[in-house]
């Protein structure tokens, strides 16, 4: 014979689980006609990174220029801001430069992903953008 949880003790377990699963952070919508700037300090492997992300009157399109210790690699070509998520891009033909993929966490800040297959020192990592 099959025994079935109780309708509480169902209910308590759920309410646990809500407590121990981390909690997924929704994108927000960035300031319009604002800019947004983040950096990659220098360590004994990588060079310093400035990343300039500029954000349309619109609010849903924008910019980003790189920077790799203190020398200008690029703007990244127009891109969408769509439900506060954004993929920004360099590219030289059919070649990835290098790309910044992220969202707005609030829209005073971003977090993103920097990949540099093609720039720099090749070493990206995660970035911070703080509203400028």
């Known amino acids: 014979m099959r025994r ?4 509480p003790a169902v209910l308590a377990f759920l ?3 809500a407590l121990v699963l981390p909690s997924v952070v929704a994108a927000a ?8 700037v983040g950096q ?8 310093s990174k400035r990343v300039v992300l500029k954000v349309s009157s ?6 980003v220029r790189l920077e790799c210790g203190g020398t200008r690699i690029g703007v990244s070509s127009k891109f969408s801001i769509s439900k506060g998520k954004f993929t920004a891009k360099k590219t030289t033909g059919s070649l990835l430069v290098w790309r910044l993929q992220g969202k707005f966490s609030s829209s005073k800040k971003a977090t993103a992903k920097l990949y540099l ?16």
């Not at 079935?4 to 309708?7: D, Q, V």
């Not at 919508?29 to 947004?36: D, L, N, R, V």
């Not at 020192?121 to 400028?132: E, V, Y």
């Open 29 to 36: 919508a960035p300031k319009k006609g604002a800019s947004y």
């Open 117 to 132: 297959p093609a720039a720099c020192d090749g070493k990206g990592g995660k970035i911070t953008l703080a509203l400028s």
């Open 4 to 7: 079935h949880a109780s309708l």
């Open 15 to 17: 309410a646990l689980a």
């Open 58 to 63: 619109k609010g849903t399109t924008g910019k």
């Open 40 to 47: 990659l300090p220098d360590n004994g492997s990588r060079i």
